[in-house]
DNA sequence: AGGTTGACCTGGACGC
DNA sequence: TGCGTCCAGGTCAACC
């Protein structure tokens, strides 16, 4: 499910249903490969600590804490992986199939998180500036540094944006619906992609991230935000998921090629 | 060293 | 109805 805009509206979302509340007690299922840290250690982190704040960096929801009045040492890091979901819901809900972890909130409510996939992870980090991401952030990035960020690599300018130590939160729709955008096909070398280019790219990928925050991401199947609600950014998609549909400028067929074991969508007459 | 591929998983859609 | 194939929002380790 989760790219840049889906995992802010999660984070967000369960900020504002979970901020301030007290973890009384927490779960985990037995299911080594979802737990990056394992239960022994996220248990003490999370038990008795006051959760102050839910936000996103890159593609992970991060979850600040407080012992007491105080800062936590440690952070509480959800990645949703492809299908993850992380949910706020009352106890008598039914527990559905694939939930990996619960943490039971001195509100009454629980959080939940569902991964059918289990590529997400759920891990514990300790460091002095606290979780920073692997990468970039793409929402505050200045188009001078956006363009400097991928000098010197010979690869398609659609792994390089994929690429989350380079930009980080940036997925495979957004990708695709930003090179369109900025008509450059994802195959492109990076070496080969003009200032002008880099320019253009920058705005069209803040463009849509932006717009699709506002509209809550995209629910192509299962993504929902922390109180189950779809977002609505797949009826924007120009690109994303519509081979062989007509392009909405040109009327071409929209093209689909595998890059990087990704599969790329794209214009064959609007992007060069 | 940087770039590409396949493995990791479940489940839904589609063809026969 | 069922079975086989392909595909899906993401990362990694293992290769070139």
Same mark, same amino acid.
């Given at each position: ?31 080594? !490969? ?129 690429? !989350? ?29 003009? !200032? ?74 609007? !992007?060069?």
């Amino acid at each position: 499910m989760p790219e840049l805009p889906e995992v802010e509206t999660v984070a967000n979302s369960m900020h504002r249903r979970a901020a301030g509340a007290r973890i009384e007690h927490v779960w985990f299922s037995n299911m080594p !490969q979802t737990m990056r840290s394992t239960a022994a250690e996220m248990e003490p982190v999370l038990e008795g600590a006051t959760i102050e704040r839910v936000r996103r960096v890159g593609k992970h929801i991060v979850f600040d804490l407080l012992r007491g009045k105080k800062r936590s040492d440690a952070q509480w890091i959800v990645h949703l992986g492809m299908t993850g979901r992380l949910l706020v819901t009352k106890p008598e809900a039914e527990i559905e199939k694939h939930t990996h972890a619960i943490l039971k909130l001195r509100d009454g409510n629980e959080i939940r998180f569902v991964d059918p996939r289990r590529f997400g992870k759920l891990s514990v980090h300790r460091s002095e500036g606290g979780f920073t991401g692997p990468g970039v952030e793409p929402t505050t990035i200045t188009a001078k540094d956006f363009a400097k960020l991928f000098k010197g690599r010979r690869t398609p300018v659609k792994s390089a944006l994929l690429n !989350q130590k380079l930009l980080h939160g940036v997925g495979n729709i957004y990708a695709d619906e930003a090179l369109n955008r900025a008509g450059i096909r994802p195959t492109r070398s990076t070496a080969r992609i003009t !200032q002008a280019e880099w320019k253009k790219l920058h705005g069209a990928l803040l463009k849509v991230l932006k717009e699709a925050i506002k509209l809550g991401g995209s629910s192509v199947s299962d993504y929902v935000n922390a109180d189950g609600e779809e977002g609505t950014f797949q009826i924007r998609h120009r690109v994303y998921m519509r081979t062989g549909l007509p392009c909405f400028k040109c009327k071409a067929p929209i093209a689909r090629r595998v890059i990087a074991g990704r599969s790329s969508h794209y214009c064959p007459q609007c !992007q060069h």
